[in-house]
């Protein structure tokens, strides 16, 4: 089957303006988005630049707009898009650098301002620190996130302003907030009660419905915005 | 000089080898990471099905069985005293990471949740026994957050999408490596006294791959272009269940949850080739039993693959019939709700790529390429060593895949790989810490530039009319007909004679794209060239042994042959040349014997 | 399962902002309905439309009340009681409303000084607004 | 040079579907309210200070019928939508039955409303 992928095109060295470019390419129904632009790459026009790895959904590199949606071009396959046109484009929000490749660097930033690492002082036991299979529960959904960032860039509040934290770096704070184990999560909602912490976001479920590790984004914010008003984790 | 760093210790690869080192040799010499990827999306993160330490929390268990059972697995040609390492220090490192937040699933009392794994048993019942630690099915993802987190807690050094394309060796010392940045396309200079590789492992010479499209054995390809060795490239793991043409893999952790692979009569044909562990029999059999079944036309409806079974009311069939009891006593039964929760994104792989619901439907599959057994050799301490007699390249240092220790000889368990990552990573760490505080800096050599931007220009400069994509293509159709899981001798010396050819047409191949920021055509061209030449080694080290063992299965010797074949294959790439040596093994305590699941 | 208790979040106008307009969001509601249940029980179903209801319910003042078949104003329409309840709906409506204002504001504008600019704005606005519907309340 | 992140109108362009949608509805049909009764305020004080012709024609166009369907359907939505975020504030827990929640609303919306503007339709028709 014939399918037209339009293309957001820009080369830094040589573009004012980026510009979209149009390939057909013959597709299974099966194949995935970034198949056909791995085809595109590899027989139609080799500098069609964008990020990829893992090729299934794991690894975060390949987040585009799909027809007009975050996903990650591995795992939206051709059938599930209903449609022979199919346009691809860079992810709303960030600087894009080249094509399909964006400037990560102030999603990052964000990510790393939620102290996002599993902080406890207290001396380890011999053998592992015990927590029972509901504890373990409590935080387990947040613990997928594969930082690909199609949820902070599918937020309205992010697109306003980039100083906004992203639901993303809320999910991680919620991973360590939440574990039983972890001793710094007051100061992490201290940080996320801020202008640009939790209070940025209105519950505009875009990002819910971005994330492909099916996360529940907007809970987990939702959980944050909560021990925050009544200062108590449970 | 522009672009010019000075680091103690440089680190090549941000997966868990690579950030294991880092955070150990972060903690007492000046450090960078440097790596192609950004770090999480290492390799390391799609890892599934758990961790092996005999820690016990299920059933009995000892750190001694896993390394008899790891032995075994290896059909011996491991490194004995290795395998003792790793497993010894499986039970510490693995109450490490939990100490580092890591979130392993649980049991009821609170400890870590264990699972069995293919080859890892009771070594007195000869059962599987649940030794896999996990995180549901992606245990992989949390080792490398946790390590990636840790990383940031200590402020390592992270030189995010540079790729090394060379390392530089002067007067017989390693000096640092080259690096260009993709964002710029600026090559950068690395000075320091030791380096360690930690660049995952090359099964995009293949066809059908449970490999990401970033695997493409840099590591490997860049050191044998300076001289040092591969080692053991002919032993290439194939795992049994790889969704049907796409080669994602699904866990062994499917199986280990009481999954069975199912035939086109309908039968559970593990029961015939492993009479004992049955469908946990260690990979490189299942593997075999599948081809083998499928050459005798039984793949389902005549095609080449077989149904992977996780159907609750199969695994309770089966579970019943093999008297498998939870650990409390009562018998094992399970309901779709639990194995959603426990391989939640097996079921979201299916669902998503063969729009198959693994609780109500089987999964096609088939064997795919998965993990380098072979790599850089090293010794425990993750030091390079480059000939037969194990002499050190002062500050050279080699962890995970792109390594080989050797820990997994001829067929890796299940398991072991993030164990390896995590052990030999660590202590690589620590050796490089060492030997950095012993010495100072080796000088550069006059032009370090020089080798990188000669092979940068030869693929900018040709004016052929090759498609890189047309040899890519070819070169992992060959490799899958005839250096896959079974071997011939004539397949072989095919495959070897068309990588040759294919390795004159790419000189021939044409760049599109001339830009300098993020040329991800020129990089992946060089990729592409690192593939020829890891295909080249591996079809030659495999043509040249003569026996089946482990991985390596060949037709025409079908027996494993100990007084002829004990030993590593040594490997290198001379002028253009492949040349080999061999090394013996290192046997402890555990003679031979025949191997039987 | 534990809970464990935070100390202090630390107190912030995002933070008390944030749960004022949960609070007064629901306040509204309640007052409404007293309102509308009032207006009922005042006879409204054979004397108003269910526009002039609908003005009461949100807005219990007299003048919306003018144009509909009531003859007699005074007794129960307008009295403290309403004037009361007026003044609670203008006081959550208007704070809340200016608030929800200076937030849509706020997510569009990321450069301090602009943001204080528009604060203090919008603080004075309410403030007038407050004082002005204050004012027409006691007055009519 | 990479090109600056910009936004702008691209965002309207994103298929959030219902969920953006009801966002959209809520922050237009708040600033709506805030509009009007900020104008309401200062109308009714012009006309009952200065019984100014500017309050009074104010007054019209708030008494029209096709004002009114505007104001109730803001309103009212208004008020629904805030009471269904209030409620998932209080119980993220319920956040996984999101889409249920939003129908719900959407149902319970469409019986206020609609009633509402029936009643008020028939009664201008009627003409009392
Ligand atoms: C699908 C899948 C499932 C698996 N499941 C399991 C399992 O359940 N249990 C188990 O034990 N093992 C499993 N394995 C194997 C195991 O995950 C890998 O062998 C292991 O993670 C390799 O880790 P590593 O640190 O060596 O390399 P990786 O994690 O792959 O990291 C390689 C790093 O090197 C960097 N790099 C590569 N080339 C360059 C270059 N030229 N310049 C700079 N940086 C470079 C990359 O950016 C990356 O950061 C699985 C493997 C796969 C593919
Ligand atoms: C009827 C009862 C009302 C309820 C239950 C209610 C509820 C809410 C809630 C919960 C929010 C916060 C939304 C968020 O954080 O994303 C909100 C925002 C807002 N409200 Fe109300 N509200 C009511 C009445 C009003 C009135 C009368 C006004 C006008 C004066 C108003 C104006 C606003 C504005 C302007 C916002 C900000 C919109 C935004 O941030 O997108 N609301 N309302
Ligand atoms: S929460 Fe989901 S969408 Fe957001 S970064 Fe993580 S995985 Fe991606
Ligand atoms: S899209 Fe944005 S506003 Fe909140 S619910 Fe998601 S972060
Ligand atoms: S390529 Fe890894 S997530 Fe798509």
Request: proline share 4%; hydrophobic share 40%.
């Amino acid at each position: 089957m014939k399918v037209t992928l339009k293309v957001f095109r820009y080369n830094p060295e040589t573009d004012d303006k980026p510009h979209y470019d149009k390939f057909v390419v013959d597709a299974e129904p099966t194949d995935r988005i970034l198949d056909l632009l791995e085809y595109v790459k590899g027989y139609q026009d080799g500098t069609l630049s964008f990020r990829r790895s893992c090729a299934h959904g794991i690894c975060g590199s390949d987040a585009v707009r799909i027809n007009g949606v975050n996903r990650l071009a591995c795992k939206v396959l051709v059938q599930t898009l209903r449609s022979k046109k199919i346009t691809v484009e860079p992810i709303l929000g960030l600087p894009v650098i080249k094509d399909l490749i964006v400037d990560m660097e102030s999603f990052f930033d964000h990510y790393l301002s939620v102290i996002p690492y599993f902080v406890n002082d207290e001396p380890p036991p011999m053998k592992e620190r015990l927590q029972s299979p509901e504890q373990h529960e409590r935080f387990e959904d947040t613990t997928k996130c594969i930082l690909c960032a199609c949820c902070t860039t599918s937020c309205p509040s992010f697109w306003s302003s980039e100083e906004y934290i992203g639901p993303a770096a809320i999910v991680t704070a919620h991973r360590f907030i939440f574990d039983s184990r972890d001793r710094a999560g007051a100061e992490r909602l201290r940080i996320l009660n801020d202008i640009f912490g939790v209070y940025r976001c209105h519950t505009i479920f875009n990002c819910t419905d971005a994330c492909p590790r099916e996360i529940e984004v907007t809970r987990a914010i939702g959980e944050v915005k909560k021990a925050i008003a009544i200062g108590k984790i449970d | 000089m522009n672009n010019y760093h000075q680091y103690d210790i440089i680190v090549v690869g941000a997966g868990g080898a690579g950030l294991m080192s880092a955070l150990y040799a972060s903690k007492k010499a000046s450090t960078a990471v440097l790596s192609k990827l950004y770090p999480t999306r290492s390799h390391t993160g799609t890892a599934q099905g758990g961790v092996g330490a005999a820690l016990g929390n299920i059933e009995e268990d000892h750190p001694e069985w896993h390394t008899f059972d790891t032995v075994k697995g290896s059909d011996y040609l491991g490194d004995q005293d290795a395998i003792e390492f790793m497993c010894s220090k499986a039970v510490p490192i693995v109450y490490e990471l939990e100490h580092m937040g890591l979130p392993f699933s649980r049991t009821p009392d609170g400890t870590i949740a264990q699972r069995p794994f293919g080859g890892h048993t009771n070594n007195i019942t000869g059962m599987p026994v649940p030794r896999a630690c996990y995180s549901a099915d992606r245990t992989g993802h949390m080792i490398l957050q946790t390590l990636y987190q840790q990383c940031i807690k200590q402020n390592v050094r992270f030189y995010d999408e540079f790729q090394v394309l060379d390392v530089l060796i002067e007067n017989g010392v390693t000096a640092g490596v080259v690096a260009i940045e993709l964002a710029t396309g600026e090559l950068h200079v690395f000075h320091a006294k030791a380096v360690i590789f930690a660049t995952g492992g090359h099964g995009r010479v293949w066809e059908i791959t449970s490999n990401a499209y970033t695997y493409s054995g840099d590591g490997v390809a860049i050191t044998l272009r300076r001289g040092i060795p591969a080692e053991d490239m002919e032993f290439f793991q194939f795992h049994p269940t790889g969704i049907y043409k796409m080669g994602i893999l699904i866990t062994e952790g499917v199986r280990g949850e009481g999954g069975v692979l199912i035939n086109d009569e309908g039968e559970r044909f593990m029961n015939t080739y492993a009479p004992t562990v049955k469908d946990l029999a260690s990979r490189d059999i299942v593997s075999r039993a599948m081809y083998l079944e499928m050459r005798d036309g039984r793949g389902i409806n005549g095609k080449r693959y077989m149904y992977l079974d996780m159907r609750p009311e199969t695994v309770n069939k089966y579970a019943a019939e093999d008297g498998r009891k939870r650990p409390d006593g009562s018998p094992y039964i399970v309901t779709g709700e639990e194995m959603l929760s426990k391989l939640p994104d097996i079921v979201d792989f299916a669902r998503t790529y063969l729009g198959v619901d693994p609780v109500t439907q089987p999964m096609p599959v088939q064997p795919t390429a998965h993990y380098a057994m072979g790599g850089i050799p090293t010794d425990m301490y993750g030091r390079v060593v480059i000939d037969a007699e194990n002499t050190v390249l002062p500050g050279m240092y080699a962890a995970g895949e792109v390594g080989c220790v050797s820990a997994h000889g001829a067929n890796r368990l299940g398991t072991n790989s993030l164990l390896d990552i995590l052990v030999f990573g660590k202590y690589a760490g620590l050796d490089a810490v060492e030997y950095s505080h012993k010495t100072g800096f080796e000088t550069l050599p006059a032009e370090p530039l020089e080798f990188t931007q000669q092979q940068l220009e030869e693929l900018r400069s040709s004016k052929g009319d090759e498609r890189a994509s047309d040899i890519g293509e070819e070169m992992k159709s060959v490799m899958n007909d005839y250096v896959g899981v079974f071997r011939t001798e004539d397949g072989m010396s095919k495959a070897v004679e068309k990588v040759r050819q294919l390795k004159e047409r790419f000189k021939q191949v044409q760049l599109g794209d001339t830009s300098r920021i993020f040329n991800t055509e020129l990089i992946s061209n060089w990729e592409l060239g690192n593939l020829l030449d890891l295909a080249e080694v591996t079809a030659v080290s495999a043509l040249a042994r003569k026996e089946s063992r482990g991985a390596h299965a060949r037709e025409d010797f079908p027996k494993r042959d100990d007084e002829n074949w004990m030993s590593h294959t040594l490997v290198w790439m001379r002028d253009g040349k492949v040349e080999l040596d061999y090394k013996p093994v290192v046997i402890t305590k555990f003679e031979p014997m025949e191997r039987v699941y | 399962m534990s809970t464990r208790t935070v100390v202090q979040v630390g107190f912030n106008l995002d933070f008390a902002m944030w749960i004022f307009t949960r609070i007064s969001g629901i306040t509204l509601i309640v007052l409404a309905i007293t309102g509308m249940v009032g207006a009922f029980w005042l006879g409204a179903r054979i004397q108003m439309d269910v526009a002039t209801l609908m003005r009461w319910t949100f807005f219990p003042n007299p003048n919306h009340v003018i144009n509909s078949d009531i003859p007699d104003l005074i007794p129960g329409w307008a009295n403290a009681y309403w004037q009361i309840m007026q003044m609670m709906i203008v006081f959550f409506g208007v704070t809340h409303g200016m608030n929800g204002l200076r937030v849509v504001i706020e997510d569009y504008l990321t450069e301090s000084w602009w943001r204080t600019f528009w604060r203090g704005l919008i603080f004075f606005l309410w403030l007038f607004m407050m004082i002005l519907a204050v004012y027409v309340i006691l007055a009519s | 040079m990479a090109l600056r992140r910009n936004v702008g109108l691209k965002g309207l362009k994103y298929r959030g579907g219902g969920p953006m949608l009801t966002w959209e509805l809520h922050r237009i049909s708040g600033i709506s309210i805030a509009v009007f009764i900020g104008l309401h305020v200062f109308a009714s004080f012009l006309m009952q200070q200065f019984g100014s012709d500017f309050g009074t024609t104010m007054n019209i166009v708030y008494e029209s019928l096709y004002f009114q369907i505007f104001i109730f359907f803001v309103v009212i939505w208004h008020g629904l939508n805030g009471l269904r975020i209030i409620i998932l504030d209080t119980w993220p827990r319920l956040i996984e039955y999101q889409h249920e929640v939003t129908w719900l609303q959407w149902v319970i919306f469409i019986v206020i409303y609609g009633l509402t503007v029936f009643i008020m339709v028939m009664r201008t028709i009627s003409g009392s």
